[in-house]
């Protein structure tokens, strides 16, 4: 697809103890989708969010997507 600069994912139970606050996560946990914590670490652990852009000359310069970098990453485990 032409992603040679920015190309990242993440799996959902990752982005959910990583990137949303202490706060947030407990109002989340309140509404109860899920019986038990284990199905909802299942689920997560099962999705993922990908996401990627192809920058072209100049975009880079300008800063269009540093926001993405800035956020914290999931190894790779092999």
Request: aromatic share 12%; net charge negative; proline share 0%.
């Amino acid at each position: 697809m032409g992603f040679v600069t920015g190309q990242e994912a993440c799996d959902v139970e990752f982005i959910h103890d990583r990137w949303i606050s202490v706060g947030e996560r407990d109002r989340i946990d309140r509404l109860e989708m899920l019986d038990e914590r284990e199905e909802w670490m299942l689920l997560a652990r099962h999705y993922c969010i990908a996401w990627g852009w192809r920058e072209s000359e100049g975009l880079n310069e300008k800063g269009i997507f540093d926001g993405w970098r800035a956020f914290k990453l999931q190894e790779v485990v092999e």
